[in-house]
C-alpha cells in the first residue's frame, strides 16, 4: 500500500510506521462494514477514532493520574516560588529546585511524568490525523476509484492548469506537483468536492464514462447521513452541514469544561487556562467550515470519547483514596530509583565500581567527580591536575579499565618527575 508523503515531515520516520497501522485497522474496519452491507465512510472514521482512543487509554489514565497528583502538589510548589520570587542567584534558584524537588518525591511522582505522557501520545495523534486526511491511500478499494480517474486524465494535455482550477475552487489544501505522478494526481483530486466531478467532466468530456463511473461510486462512500457528504466542506452557509463545526465547537468546549483542571494561585496560569478553553472550541467552530466535514467528524468523535473519559475519570477520582494513590506511587518510585541506569550499567560493562556519592544520579556523579579533581588541583602549578588513585574508580582486574588507569598513573609519575 502507498504511504501518502507525511503530513509532518520532521517526525515521518515515527509517524508514518504508525499512520501504516492505523491504516490497517481503517481499512479492516471499512471491509467489515462493506461485508455487511453498509458502505459509508464516516461511520468507519467514527468506529476507527474509537478504536484508537481506546488502545491508548492506559497512557491517557497515566496521564490523568499525574494530573490529579499535580493538583495535590501545585500548592505546595507555588508556596515554595513565592519564599524565592525575586531571587536570581544560582544558590537561591538551586535551592529552589531541590526544595521542590523533595516536594514531588515526597508525593512519588516525577515532574516529568505528564511531559512524558504527552510525547508518547503525540506522534500516534499525528497519525491519526494523517490517516484521516488521506484516506485513499489507506483503503485500497477507494484508490482504486480515484485511479480510474486519474490514469485517463493524465492523458491529456494540459490536465495539471485544469485539476489545480478546479482543486482551487474546491480549497485543496495538497499542491500538485510539477510534474505529477499517478500518486500525487490522486492525492490532489482525492480533495474534489461533489460539484468538482462535473467541473472535470465538462473539462475533458472524453473522460465522462471513466469520471462519471467512479464519482459516483466514490460519493456513495462519502455520504454520511442527511445529505452530508464527507468530501465536502460545511463553508459558510445556511445548510445540513452547519451541524458539523457547530457540534465540533460545542463538543471541545464541553471536554475542556470536564478536564476538572484545578484552581491555581498564579494568575498568569489561571488565565491562560481560561484562553485556552476559549481559544479551542473557536478555533475548532471556525476550521469546521473550511475542513472537509470527514475531519469534522473526527475531531466531533475525538472530543465526545474525551467527554465520557473526564467524567468516569472524574468520578472515580473523586472517590479514590489519595493518601493511598500516594503511598502507591511512593513505592514504585522507590523500585525505580533500586533499578540500575542505563549509565551504571555501562560503568558495570567498563569493569568500573560506581562512586558512593553518585548512588542518586548522573548529576551527583559528575558534581563528585568535580569536586574530587578541583581538590586534587595544585594551584602552584597551573599546567598541572593530578587524578589520585584514591580517587580513580575500582577496575576490574584485567579489563581495560585497568590498563588505563596504569597509563594514567605511569604518565603522572612521569611528567612530576620529568621535564616542564
Known sequence: MFLVQSSFPILAFIIDPIAKLMGLILNLIFEGLSAMGIVNLGLCIIIFTIVIKLLMLPMTIKQTKFSKMSQLVQPEITKIQKKYQGKTDNASMMKQQEEIQAVYDKYGISMSGGCLQMFIQLPILMALFQVIRNLPFYIPRLKELYTQIAEPLMANKG???????????????????????????????????????????????????????????????????????????????????????????????????????GGSDNKAANSMTNSMNLMMPIMSLVMCFSFPAGLGIYWIMTAVFQIFQNIVMNKYYDTVDMEKLIAENMEKASKKKKKKTFTQKLMEKAGMDQPEEAAGSINTAAATKTKNYARNYDNSKADEISYSSANAPKAKPGSLAEKAGLVREYNERNNKGGRR
Open 159 to 261: 490536465f495539471e492548469t485544469v485539476i489545480t482550477e478546479i482543486g482551487t475552487a474546491a480549497k485543496a489544501v495538497y499542491k500538485l506537483a510539477e510534474n505529477p505522478g499517478l500518486d500525487n494526481v490522486i492525492a490532489y483530486i482525492s480533495q474534489f468536492r461533489t460539484d468538482s466531478w462535473a467541473a472535470l467532466t465538462e473539462a475533458f468530456p472524453s473522460i465522462t464514462e471513466a469520471v462519471n463511473g467512479a464519482s459516483a461510486q466514490i460519493i456513495e462512500i462519502n455520504n454520511f447521513f442527511a445529505g452530508i457528504n464527507i468530501a465536502d466542506a460545511p463553508g459558510f452557509r445556511v445548510s445540513v452541514y452547519l451541524i458539523i463545526p457547530i457540534a465540533a465547537g460545542l463538543t471541545q468546549w464541553l471536554a475542556m469544561k470536564t478536564m476538572n483542571i
